[in-house]
């Protein structure tokens, strides 16, 4: 886990003190070490953190033997050694033991489709002198974050945003359609626009080109309908899962788990147990105790200490319990807005940044977590209705009285919420955007000024039939894992850690894709093949667990104390009401009724909030 950053411009100087200014921006992503490369027309920046061979031999940028290629590498190739020992039997020499080395290699003797060979998380920067061509790319989901701003012939890139401020030809204008889209529908990341005009995001599974004819994005990898698995689904299931863990536990530095006390980091957490035990050489980062990290509150309903207790207890791990109040979080929220470049959609994200502080603090620099599950599995309640769809769509009517009966049940659904879930993925897109701003109240927080822009045309081009797969689809690639793996990374690097993300290991995601509803949701429960899969590693009390929390926090709860007077502080603001952002009037209203109980508007108040404190920190 590394920061990079950049400058291609043919046939100008190299703007070698543009590329060190926006290398210290990135300073807390790469403790371990710094580099710098120079060309005609070329500035490449670096700053590193070391985590596979520690040695000065894995210091970057890596050039080749000849000198004509240098790469930077932010992230990991899981499967380095199994590509090492495929490229020395073409003939390559290695130099060092790093993935980076690999890479460069790869490149060498498979070019550009060497990327499809990849099982990791990647974010890169290959500058072929030979060719005069910059290469760049992006793991398949996105995991490591590849920012990049053409202009005139100017390529500038870096790793985080607030990397751009170094750059004097880069002005960080507001991008007012994500501005709207932000405050009215709670969106963030689900295009390749940024808050920032100009700048964008290279798309996760696409790579780039670059050279004196012009710059060029191409695709490498996606999802696509697949035969149906033989045999149980289940065992396929568990064996990727627990492959995709042992892969991720190759490391050369301590490495713990992220545990909220949910399936899918006490899955992450059980299965690295479970090594721990029967392959042990695998497990050597972890220690002879597993570390785990849980966030908790004593308020009702955010405390998920007995389920993390559950699974410290049965795997004997050394547990670390982080905690904060609304009077820690308003000291410490300038520097989590800083670390996030962007506004973020609730104070959850605060607790993953404490958790990965405490991390730290404990001598960690690897994480794993849970992150991407709830995508893959339909583990969040709104894949109830279009599964409810399908079944109705397709005919199979008493699986759909059986399914609607255990919604009922299970999770206390009301007749009305049950009509509403199944009816849902019958509206066109439009009158859900327009139900979703009313019922939430974001619509009248909107600025007029931002009201006259057109939404965001978004597409979604899942090439599935079932509208299950196709919201699957929808949230793993566009509206919803995207803007988290944003927060993972900066909160985790905000630290100098490398967060891990079991679950989208490629090969896992394309079986679960495979899958039929019935696996993934049955009788109720969500996440089905993934109980049947590792329900015998999992204390009974999580297997069972049918709510869903992570790291939540009492926000509501929050915005009626010592949040909240921040938050009243900055709706009365000179600047709030000047930044076209938000309705200043509806904003201190509904703040007021929020204050005294009236009514419960967490969300949309506390983006009204963070979009202000970003503009103030950024614009």
Same mark, same amino acid.
């Given at each position: 886990? /590394?920061?990079?950053?950049?400058?291609?411009?043919?046939?100008?100087?190299? *703007?070698?003190?543009?590329?060190?200014?926006?290398?210290?921006?990135?300073?807390?992503?790469?403790?371990?070490?710094? #580099?710098?490369?120079? &060309?005609?027309?070329?500035?490449?920046?670096?700053?590193?953190?070391?985590?596979?061979?520690?040695?000065?031999?894995?210091?970057?940028?890596?050039?080749?033997?000849?000198?004509?290629?240098?790469?930077?590498?932010?992230?990991?190739?899981?499967?380095?050694?199994?590509?090492?020992?495929?490229?020395?039997?073409?003939?390559?020499?290695?130099?060092?033991?790093? &993935?980076?080395?690999?890479?460069?290699?790869?490149?060498?003797?498979?070019?550009?489709? /060497? $990327?499809?060979?990849?099982?990791?998380?990647?974010?890169?920067?290959?500058?072929?002198?030979?060719?005069?061509?910059?290469? /760049?790319?992006?793991?398949?989901?996105?995991?490591?974050?590849?920012?990049?701003?053409?202009?005139?012939?100017?390529?500038?890139?870096?790793?985080?945003?607030?990397?751009?401020?170094?750059?004097?030809?880069?002005?960080?204008?507001?991008?007012?359609?994500?501005?709207?889209?932000? $405050?009215?529908?709670?969106?963030?990341?689900?295009?390749?626009?940024?808050?920032?005009?100009?700048?964008?995001?290279?798309?996760?599974?696409?790579?780039?080109?670059?050279?004196?004819?012009?710059?060029?994005? =191409?695709?490498?990898?996606?999802?696509?309908?697949?035969?149906?698995?033989?045999?149980?689904?289940?065992?396929?299931?568990?064996?990727?899962?627990?492959?995709?863990?042992?892969?991720?536990?190759?490391?050369?530095?301590?490495?713990?788990?992220?545990?909220?006390? #949910?399936?899918?980091?006490?899955?992450?957490?059980?299965?690295?147990?479970?090594?721990?035990?029967?392959?042990?050489?695998?497990?050597?980062?972890?220690? *002879?105790?597993?570390?785990?990290?849980?966030?908790?509150?004593?308020?009702?309903?955010?405390?998920?200490?007995?389920?993390?207790?559950?699974?410290?207890?049965?795997?004997?791990?050394?547990?670390?319990?982080?905690?904060? &109040?609304?009077?820690?979080?308003?000291?410490?929220?300038?520097?989590?807005?800083?670390?996030?470049?962007?506004?973020?959609?609730?104070?959850?994200?605060?607790? =993953?940044?404490?958790?990965?502080?405490?991390?730290?603090?404990?001598?960690?620099?690897?994480?794993?977590?849970?992150?991407?599950?709830?995508?893959?599995?339909?583990?969040?309640?709104?894949?109830?209705?279009?599964?409810?769809? &399908?079944?109705?769509?397709?005919?199979?009517?008493?699986?759909?009285?059986?399914?609607?009966?255990?919604?009922?049940?299970?999770?206390?659904?009301?007749?009305?919420?049950?009509? $509403?879930?199944?009816?849902?993925?019958?509206?066109?897109?439009?009158?859900?955007?327009?139900?979703?701003?009313?019922?939430?109240?974001?619509? +009248?927080?909107?600025?007029?000024?931002?009201?006259?822009?057109?939404?965001?045309?978004?597409?979604?081009?899942?090439?599935?039939?079932?509208?299950?797969?196709? =919201?699957?689809?929808?949230?793993?690639?566009?509206?919803?894992?995207?803007?988290?793996?944003?927060?993972?990374?900066?909160?985790?690097?905000?630290?100098?850690?490398?967060?891990?993300?079991?679950?989208?290991?490629?090969?896992?995601?394309?079986?679960?894709?495979?899958?039929?509803?019935?696996?993934?949701?049955?009788?109720?429960?969500?996440?089905?093949?993934?109980?049947?899969?590792?329900?015998?590693?999992?204390?009974?009390?999580?297997?069972?667990?049918?709510?869903?929390?992570?790291?939540?926090?009492?926000?509501?709860?929050?915005?009626?104390?010592?949040?909240?007077?921040?938050?009243?502080?900055?709706?009365?603001?000179?600047?709030?009401?000047?930044?076209?952002?938000?309705?200043?009037?509806?904003?201190?209203?509904?703040?007021?009724?929020?204050?005294?109980?009236?009514?419960?508007?967490?969300?949309?108040?506390?983006? +009204?909030?963070?979009?202000?404190?970003?503009?103030?920190?950024?614009?």
């Amino acid at each position: 886990m /590394c920061g990079l950053c950049g400058i291609v411009a043919f046939g100008r100087p190299p *703007e070698t003190e543009v590329a060190t200014a926006m290398a210290r921006e990135l300073d807390h992503r790469g403790p371990d070490g710094k #580099g710098l490369l120079v &060309d005609s027309g070329v500035a490449f920046a670096f700053r590193r953190l070391a985590i596979i061979d520690l040695s000065e031999a894995g210091m970057q940028p890596f050039a080749s033997e000849d000198g004509s290629r240098s790469l930077m590498h932010n992230g990991e190739i899981y499967n380095y050694r199994e590509l090492r020992r495929e490229l020395e039997a073409h003939g390559h020499r290695f130099r060092s033991a790093t &993935d980076t080395e690999v890479i460069l290699r790869a490149y060498e003797e498979w070019g550009e489709r /060497c $990327v499809e060979r990849f099982n990791g998380m990647w974010a890169f920067a290959l500058w072929d002198g030979s060719r005069q061509t910059l290469f /760049c790319s992006r793991d398949r989901f996105g995991v490591k974050p590849f920012y990049y701003r053409y202009a005139n012939g100017r390529f500038v890139f870096a790793s985080e945003l607030k990397a751009f401020r170094a750059d004097p030809h880069t002005q960080l204008a507001p991008n007012l359609r994500a501005v709207r889209e932000y $405050v009215e529908q709670g969106y963030a990341d689900h295009t390749d626009e940024t808050f920032f005009s100009g700048i964008v995001k290279l798309p996760p599974a696409h790579s780039l080109t670059l050279d004196e004819r012009g710059l060029h994005v =191409q695709r490498y990898w996606a999802l696509a309908p697949c035969d149906a698995v033989q045999g149980d689904p289940a065992e396929q299931v568990r064996e990727l899962f627990v492959d995709s863990v042992r892969l991720r536990l190759r490391s050369d530095v301590p490495l713990g788990t992220c545990l909220s006390g #949910g399936i899918d980091s006490s899955a992450i957490t059980c299965a690295v147990d479970l090594l721990l035990r029967t392959e042990a050489e695998h497990a050597k980062p972890v220690g *002879e105790r597993q570390k785990t990290f849980t966030a908790f509150f004593e308020e009702p309903g955010f405390d998920e200490r007995p389920y993390a207790r559950a699974v410290v207890e049965q795997t004997h791990a050394e547990p670390h319990w982080v905690s904060f &109040d609304a009077q820690e979080l308003v000291e410490t929220l300038p520097q989590i807005v800083e670390s996030q470049d962007e506004p973020f959609g609730s104070t959850s994200i605060v607790a =993953q940044w404490y958790v990965m502080r405490a991390a730290r603090a404990a001598g960690m620099t690897v994480m794993l977590d849970g992150q991407g599950a709830d995508e893959v599995l339909a583990g969040y309640h709104g894949y109830f209705g279009p599964y409810f769809a &399908d079944l109705l769509t397709q005919r199979r009517f008493a699986e759909l009285r059986r399914e609607l009966g255990a919604y009922r049940s299970l999770h206390g659904a009301s007749a009305a919420t049950t009509a $509403v879930a199944l009816a849902r993925p019958f509206l066109p897109e439009r009158v859900r955007r327009i139900a979703r701003a009313r019922t939430k109240g974001s619509a +009248a927080l909107l600025h007029p000024s931002l009201r006259a822009l057109p939404p965001v045309a978004e597409q979604n081009g899942a090439p599935y039939g079932d509208r299950l797969r196709r =919201q699957l689809h929808l949230i793993l690639t566009r509206r919803g894992l995207p803007e988290l793996l944003r927060y993972e990374d900066r909160n985790s690097m905000a630290h100098s850690l490398e967060a891990r993300v079991p679950f989208l290991d490629y090969r896992l995601v394309e079986l679960l894709f495979s899958l039929e509803g019935s696996e993934l949701i049955e009788r109720g429960r969500t996440k089905a093949v993934l109980r049947r899969a590792v329900g015998d590693l999992l204390p009974p009390i999580v297997r069972d667990r049918v709510d869903k929390l992570g790291f939540v926090t009492p926000e509501a709860a929050w915005l009626r104390g010592r949040l909240g007077e921040l938050a009243a502080d900055a709706v009365a603001s000179q600047s709030f009401r000047e930044r076209g952002f938000v309705a200043a009037p509806a904003a201190v209203e509904r703040l007021h009724r929020h204050r005294r109980g009236e009514l419960d508007a967490g969300f949309e108040l506390w983006r +009204a909030l963070n979009v202000e404190l970003w503009a103030r920190a950024f614009i």
